[in-house]
């Protein structure tokens, strides 16, 4: 009888709760893509932005949708550790976590550890960005 009953018992599925977390030391960057994701989902309920990615940890257990991740966060702040130094950070304690890498990362390697080893979503910023973004963000929130 157990069988019978986890073959009709569903898992529960997450609660999303409306947050969204973006990683970015380019303010106006930042600022831009958070005023689309605001206006292109409504259902969001919090755009939270970080200038460094260590700011970013501290805050995870408010547990956000998806984190948005450039690969470079030391334009500002020369000592920021990297966006693949933060992911591996966010995977050793939030393995579930939605990660989309946003970066003009050129290096095929960096690129592919972030995609393979660390199961991130990687978008070249460029000016399709937002739009690829936005694809991504349909199918988490």
Same mark, same amino acid.
């Given at each position: +009888?157990?069988?019978?009953?986890r073959l009709f018992t569903t898992t529960p599925v997450a609660t999303k709760t409306g947050i969204v977390f973006i990683v970015e030391d380019n303010n106006a960057y930042a600022q831009s893509l958070s005023a689309?994701?605001?206006?292109?989902?409504p259902q969001?309920?919090?755009?939270?932005?970080? *200038?460094?990615?260590e700011t970013c940890i501290a805050e995870?257990?408010?547990? *956000?949708?998806?984190?948005?991740?450039?690969y470079?966060?030391?334009?500002v702040y020369k000592d920021a550790k990297t966006g693949l130094d933060i992911i591996k950070q966010i995977r050793s304690t939030h393995p579930e +976590?939605?990660?989309i890498v946003l970066s003009i990362?050129?290096? +095929?390697?960096?690129?592919?550890e972030s995609l393979l080893a660390y199961q991130c979503s990687y978008i070249n910023k460029d000016e399709k960005a937002f739009g690829l973004v936005a694809s991504l963000l349909k199918e988490i929130l």
């Open positions: +009888m157990n069988f019978i009953k689309f994701i605001k206006s292109d989902f969001t309920k919090e755009v939270t932005v970080f *200038p460094v990615g995870l257990d408010r547990k *956000p949708d998806v984190i948005i991740i450039d470079f966060l030391d334009s +976590m939605n990660i990362q050129k290096d +095929m390697e960096v690129v592919t």
